[in-house]
């Protein structure tokens, strides 16, 4: 499996729980458990999980494709040899917070260590009694990362120097429930501004726009702020069945949303969840040219005249031979989301017509859900849409597309979706800037001025030397 996106060592462990097995049993049960809870709430798994059939959720070797080239995800299960098994606490922490490993050297933001930075001492502690001794060790040894001059794992003490930055852990043992608890949550524990908040040429976090939209991969995770292009219009309510559920009135979570709230946040306790929205309540709103929010409603179809085939006859699609946007959705779609995308009345079908995935500027979600579908599993309860990438060709995607969101989501004005938009999106849509082009020839000038000034640096001196005094 792929994700696109889109983050000196002391020899004694000192005061690690671990090295004090005098320490009462209960208490180890204890740490593991709430181990184990800020390991869910970080999701740790989302990227350990190692994908071959019974592989442990911390075994790793996921490949997370950046514009610069694939990193894979570490093995952090106790494992001696290929794992963390041998690691010190500091050394853990060190890796956590200042993305420092003592058997890799510097880690690549990939691991969103800018977020962890910010835990606290506590749950580091927890967190590592429980992968050292909650997690069966696993000898999975995952991929070497490799990436190309100037993106060597030296560079990051630079980066980490000028983009790593701490808010502190105060709101670890803040009151339940509130803004600063939720703080805490979002930024140390479920790093959702890793997702949606919108990174600079150096890949680093603006955090001028903190949470107000970006793309990880080639999903967008939306603007999350109470802005009226955000989720403004939302109810605390909406906001927190959303989080525990991963669907509302407004939207439904796909691709890596609808994982996070099936692994991670539906997990959560109750008060945390609170604490959460009360955080996101308290964010400034930033303003996005992200299209979402228009008075709903949606046109009648007149089905007849669109629909020649019966209902959901995907035989028919699969030849190719369709390109109408109208003839597919009603043979591809109506039959769970009505004839005029106004879905069921329990909405367990969603209506098109206000989805946030319909309406956003982005066409890159309402692409790949078409593509891929929707599946999650929350609290045992599935929820499924069926992918359509071997009924349907690229370019009866895009017209289907164009269709739902101009005639179904009523953005007549909005831009077609292009065959081009499908190609993209669907093959990773992995986002080259100005660095990634220019970063090794930028180095390499870097170098040549650097060595230039040591030479001059050089020459001054002798010349220095040699003048009498
Ligand atoms: C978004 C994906 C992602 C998430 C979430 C994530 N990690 Fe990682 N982690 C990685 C990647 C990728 C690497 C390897 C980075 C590299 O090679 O530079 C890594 C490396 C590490 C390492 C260093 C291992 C080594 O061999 O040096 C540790 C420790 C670690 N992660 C622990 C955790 C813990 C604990 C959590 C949850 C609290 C977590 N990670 C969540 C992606 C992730
Ligand atoms: C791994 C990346 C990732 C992380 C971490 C993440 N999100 Fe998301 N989020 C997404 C994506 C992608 C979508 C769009 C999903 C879709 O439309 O199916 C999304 C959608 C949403 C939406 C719906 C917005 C809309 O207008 O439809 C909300 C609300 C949200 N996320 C809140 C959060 C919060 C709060 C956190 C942290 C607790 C978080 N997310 C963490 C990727 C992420
Ligand atoms: C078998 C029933 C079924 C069919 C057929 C179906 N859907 Fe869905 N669709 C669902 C369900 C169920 C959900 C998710 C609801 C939830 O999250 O609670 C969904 C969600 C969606 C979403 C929101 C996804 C998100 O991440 O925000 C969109 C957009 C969508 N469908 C469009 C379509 C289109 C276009 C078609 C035709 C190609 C289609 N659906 C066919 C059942 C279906």
């Not at 969103?112 to 050292?132: E, F, G, I, V």
């Not at 796909?254 to 692994?263: E, H, I, N, S, Y």
């Not at 692409?367 to 891929?372: C, D, F, M, Q, V």
């Amino acid at each position: 499996m792929v994700i696109k996106s889109a983050y000196g060592f002391a020899l004694a462990a000192a005061l690690s729980v671990l090295t004090l097995p005098a320490l009462a049993q209960d208490n180890d049960t204890d740490a593991i458990s709430r181990g184990r809870a800020v390991a869910t709430a970080g999701d740790c798994s989302a990227c350990h999980q190692d994908h071959r059939p019974g592989g442990s959720a911390f075994g790793g070797g996921l490949e997370i494709v950046s514009p610069v080239g694939s990193i894979y995800a570490s093995n952090i299960t106790p494992d001696k040899q290929h794992g963390i098994g041998a690691w010190t606490f500091e050394q853990f922490r060190d890796a956590m917070t200042k993305g420092e490993s003592p058997t890799k050297g510097m880690l690549y933001p990939a691991m969103p260590y800018t977020a962890y930075t910010n835990m606290s001492d506590d749950d580091l502690h927890a967190l590592y009694t429980y992968l050292m001794t909650g997690v069966q060790p696993s000898d999975h040894e995952p991929p070497v990362t490799e990436l190309p001059f100037p993106f060597v794992r030296q560079a990051m003490h630079a980066w980490n120097l000028l983009f790593l930055h701490t808010a502190g852990s105060a709101g670890a043992t803040a009151p339940a429930g509130s803004v600063a608890r939720g703080q805490y949550v979002a930024q140390a524990l479920e790093h959702c501004s890793t997702c949606h908040t919108p990174r600079n040429d150096f890949f680093a976090e603006n955090t001028s726009k903190l949470l107000s939209g970006a793309q990880v991969g080639s999903w967008f995770a939306p603007n999350i702020t109470s802005d009226k292009t955000g989720i403004g219009a939302w109810s605390d309510e909406e906001l927190t069945q959303f989080l525990t559920q991963g669907h509302n009135d407004h939207a439904s979570a796909g691709g890596d949303m609808g994982l996070a709230v099936q692994r991670s946040l539906s997990r959560l306790p109750p008060e945390d969840i609170r604490a959460l929205v009360a955080y996101l309540r308290s964010l400034p709103p930033v303003s996005t040219p992200h299209a979402a929010g228009r008075a709903h409603a949606p046109a009648p179809v007149d089905v007849a005249a669109v629909e020649p085939q019966q209902h959901f006859d995907i035989a028919t699609l699969a030849n190719g031979s369709s390109r109408d946007g109208a003839q597919l959705y009603q043979s591809a779609c109506a039959a769970c989301h009505a004839a005029n995308g106004t879905g069921t009345v329990d909405k367990t079908h969603p209506d098109l017509a206000s989805n946030s995935t319909v309406l956003l500027a982005s066409p890159n979600n309402l692409i790949l859900t078409i593509a891929e579908g929707v599946h999650r599993t929350v609290n045992g309860q599935k929820t499924a849409m069926p992918g359509f990438s071997a009924d349907l060709n690229n370019a009866q995607i895009a017209a289907l597309a164009t269709y739902v969101r101009q005639t179904i989501g009523g953005l007549a004005s909005s831009p077609a979706i292009t065959v081009e938009d499908v190609v993209r999106v669907r093959g990773g849509d992995v986002q080259q800037n100005w660095l990634t082009h220019y970063a090794k020839p930028l180095a390499i000038v870097g170098l040549i001025v650097l060595a230039i000034i040591v030479l001059l640096i050089g020459s001054r001196l002798k010349r220095r030397k040699v003048i009498p005094n």
